[in-house]
């Protein structure tokens, strides 16, 4: 064989390795939508949606009357991610603005790692620093039995969600063109005035973005509130009710079920409607961020 | 003796460890045309931005010796930077006018000094516009994005939006460099009719100087080689480096 | 004189400096609380010897690290292979049309799927439909699939950071384009490959959910001694001594291994810093 033709066959035998190896990859991804999807699927086949979504109770052991209702912990996922964000977004933000726009250069550069290190800390780890730390504070503080609540939880899942509404704004708002910034100070603009009016005007889609991802987090959070939120199943009535949140509920549920039968699908229901939430909320904030990061350096 | 409304005196910069500006003593008359000149590099494009104090934005910065405002020390801790750089306005190399419509923009600055009235507010816009002649060709477009004017209309806006706050000194930073010859020849007719403001221009374009300027500063490695009247720069320069320049041997 | 206006912009930045420290103080917090009380548990005895079941202090968690190490390599010599081959084939082989942007897209997308739906997928497909059991591959697996987007992620970023014009200065050179690839755009992006992956690796170590699913258990005699056998893990034996242990000592032993899963996790973030400096030192050398 010429060396020629050698080097042809070379070229096609390394291009279909990287071919087979990206068609599985796509192919295993591919499969996470389908096996959730089958099978999920297959519990409405008994179970009605206007049951699976609007019924408050969820009894799927019962012997004589299995209930399939997931709003009371729909409600609970819903409370955590809501209450998570009412606290993680304003000090998120405010840390972005100061990390971009008023650290000096060496306190940026203490500040962005001691932040990066919180989102390298494991979800069980925080939930037991908040289980041994935040929860005793949380009872004594509102005189209630047991700090195992939504509270609890949405405080450790907005430290949880920190740094990704940290970093991803800061990252946007660095992107605002300098020459913005100039113009508005040299016309008198205070920083803050610039700020206020010039840069989280320009950056306010890609912050709202920002958000977004920090809420697809909250929503998928399994360890921290399986050991904070006290997994009660009754609807909550308040942030210091225990509330069992979806992703919870698989964890607690999935280990004692019978491969194939309603309960395992309805679970599987369930992980696919937490797919379907947070694939959605990251598709729609992932278009936005790439919009403004084009808008951003098209203006400039 | 004509009024000087900006006195540098022996005013050194630096950028981190690198000497920009070198003992810079210059002065500039009031409602007059200064044109600072100089090769790339040279510093002048830092100097007028001490005069405003823009470099405050670069945290290595440092600087000594003193520039007077109207008599008063801009770096003294009295000095409000906001106030100063309303009085002291700057139109930038490239066009920057905020994504934002174009009355917003004309606005921003009245409404920082907490100009509320609509009114009012309508009657700056109409009358800067006017003064830099874009009213005609935007009066209907007001609530457009400024980003959609063309690059010579977004440099008259910014100069529009500097007029609006009332400035007593303009700094602009080769303001003509990113546009067209009939552009640039708008923006120059401008400045000669801004007879009540000190203007001060860098420019790397020695005709655009002997055109418009009343008086010449040349720069050179960071000092201030010659400063006179702009006819008697170019027509007989003391130093022999500003001949070599405005003759061509450098640039 | 000073007006109103600077006055308010003091008052705004210092809420806003509260608010930063606030974010940076909490981490040190929470690091801090755990090292401290976490401390006195850690011995030569905790680290290097088996879990005494009947009662927690008279052992160590020796299954459980060895159980998170066997974890971390087998999912390191799948799912970063596979994925920064994909990442090559996506980039480098398949021509920009809108089908290949989608599926870029949906695997971007996946990196945000919560990892507890990982863990039913591994489930539903390892466990079950190739009937794996509960078992160190099963999770090795369900673990692989999880990073998988995440490391694609990273390495799509760093192979798009290669300058196209280098790609063409090659190939008008007359270069091959795996010529090109091996000899350009590799060892360009190689360092945030690296680095975007040993950080994948890293966070899975952490997670708890998925291996729940696919074959953590809280006590096993003896180490696995093949990838059937089920294991122990850092993660799920905290877990377990956090929330559903009597000894009276039990949340200290679960400080204790959270102070060793944390410090595994640092170290290999800081390795991969560490490659991705040396890597840069050399390239630009």
Same mark, same amino acid.
């Given at each position: 064989m010429s060396k020629r033709k050698w080097q042809q066959l070379k070229e096609t035998i390394i291009k279909y390795f990287f071919g087979i190896n990206g068609v599985i990859s796509i192919l295993v991804l591919l499969g996470i939508f389908l096996f959730l999807t089958k099978t999920g699927l297959q519990s409405f086949e008994k179970i009605s949606l206007s049951q699976f979504f609007l019924e408050k109770e969820w009894n799927p052991?019962?012997?004589n009357n299995p209930q399939w209702g997931i709003l009371a912990m729909l409600t609970g996922t819903i409370y955590i991610a809501l209450g998570s964000l009412v606290i993680a977004v304003p000090i998120g933000i405010a840390t972005s603005i100061y990390l971009s726009e008023i650290a000096s250069p060496i306190m940026r550069e203490l500040l962005k790692p001691a932040i990066e290190m919180i989102a390298a800390v494991p979800s069980v780890v925080l939930g037991l620093f908040g289980l041994i730390f935040l929860v005793p504070i949380i009872s004594t503080f509102f005189r209630i039995s047991s700090g195992l609540n939504a509270l609890s939880a949405s405080i450790l899942v907005a430290i949880m969600v920190l740094p990704t509404i940290i970093s991803i704004s800061e990252d946007i708002i660095r992107e605002v063109p300098q020459e913005y910034k100039e113009a508005s100070l040299a016309l008198g603009a205070t920083r803050w005035e610039t700020i206020q009016k010039v840069i989280l005007p320009v950056s306010a889609s890609g912050i709202f973005a920002s958000i977004m991802l920090g809420l697809g987090r909250a929503i998928g959070e399994t360890m921290l509130v399986l050991i904070i939120a006290g997994n009660a199943q009754a609807f909550p009535k308040s942030f210091l009710d225990p509330v069992r949140p979806i992703t919870a509920n698989i964890a607690i549920e999935i280990k004692e079920v019978v491969t194939g039968d309603l309960h395992y699908q309805a679970l599987f229901a369930t992980g696919l409607l937490l797919f379907m939430i947070t694939f959605t909320i990251n598709l729609v904030s992932d278009i936005i961020i790439h919009k403004q990061l084009k808008n951003l350096n098209h203006e400039k | 003796m004509p009024k000087k409304i900006i006195k540098t005196e022996n005013l050194n910069l630096w950028f981190a460890n690198k000497k920009i500006l070198k003992e810079i003593n210059l002065e500039i008359v009031e409602n007059k045309i200064t044109a600072i000149i100089g090769p790339s590099g040279c510093g002048k494009s830092t100097f007028v931005r001490t005069l405003n104090r823009?470099?405050?934005?670069?945290?290595s910065c440092r600087i000594t010796g003193n520039v007077h405002y109207k008599g008063k020390n801009i770096f003294s801790p009295e000095t409000d930077v906001t106030n100063l750089r309303q009085n002291i306005g700057q139109v930038f190399q490239k066009p920057n006018p905020f994504p934002k419509s174009i009355f917003d923009n004309i606005a921003f600055g009245p409404r920082l000094y907490g100009e509320k009235n609509k009114d009012k507010l309508k009657n700056i816009v109409e009358e800067s516009l006017e003064k830099v002649g874009l009213w005609k060709e935007v009066k209907n477009d007001l609530a457009k994005n400024a980003l959609s004017l063309s690059g010579g209309q977004q440099q008259r806006l910014c100069l529009a939006r500097t007029l609006a706050t009332k400035p007593k000194v303009i700094l602009m930073d080769e303001p003509c460099s990113a546009l067209d010859p009939l552009s640039t020849a708008k923006i120059e007719d401008l400045m000669q009719n801004l007879k009540d403001i000190t203007i001060v221009i860098v420019t790397h374009n020695m005709q655009q100087a002997t055109r418009v300027s009343h008086f010449t500063g040349f720069f050179l490695m960071g000092k201030l080689i010659e400063f006179g009247e702009t006819k008697d720069i170019f027509t007989k320069p003391q130093n022999k480096k500003t001949e070599d320049y405005i003759s061509g041997k450098f640039g | 004189m000073k007006n109103n206006r600077i006055l308010k912009e003091k008052i705004i930045f210092s809420f806003i400096k509260m608010a930063a420290f606030f974010s940076a103080i909490t981490l040190v917090l929470i690091i801090g609380y755990v090292f401290i009380r976490g401390f006195k548990v850690i011995s030569w005895q905790f680290l290097f010897q088996e879990v005494q079941q009947r009662d927690?202090?008279?052992?160590?968690i020796l299954q459980a690290i060895i159980g998170t190490i066997y974890l971390g390599i087998g999912t390191f010599f799948i799912a970063v292979p596979a994925g920064i081959s994909s990442a090559i084939f996506l980039n480098e082989?398949?021509?920009?049309t809108k089908t290949s942007r989608v599926i870029r897209v949906a695997i971007r997308n996946l990196?945000?799927?919560?990892s507890i739906v990982y863990g039913l997928f591994g489930l539903a497909v390892f466990v079950q439909f190739f009937n794996l059991k509960t078992s160190l591959l099963s999770a090795i697996l369900t673990l692989s699939s999880m990073t998988l987007p995440w490391i694609i992620t990273a390495s799509e970023e760093s192979l798009k950071a290669v300058p196209f014009e280098f790609r063409e200065a090659a190939l008008a050179m007359g270069a091959t384009n795996w010529q090109t690839i091996k000899k350009i755009v590799i060892p360009h992006s190689l360092p945030g490959m690296i680095t975007g992956s040993i950080l994948g690796l890293s966070r899975a170590l952490g997670e708890t959910a998925p291996i729940i699913l696919v074959g953590a258990t809280f006590y096993c005699r003896s180490l696995p001694t093949s990838v059937f056998d089920k294991f122990m893990a850092l993660p799920y034996h905290l877990f377990i001594l956090a929330t #559903? %242990?009597? %000894?009276? #000592?039990a949340h200290e032993y679960a400080l204790g291994t959270a102070i060793v899963l944390i410090t595994i996790i640092y170290l290999m973030s800081l390795t991969a810093i560490l490659i991705r400096y040396h890597l840069r030192k050399k390239k630009n050398a």
């Open positions: 052991t019962s012997y | 823009m470099n405050d934005l670069i945290p | 927690i202090t008279k052992g160590g082989y398949i021509p920009d990196a945000g799927v919560p #559903q %242990h009597a %000894h009276p #000592q």
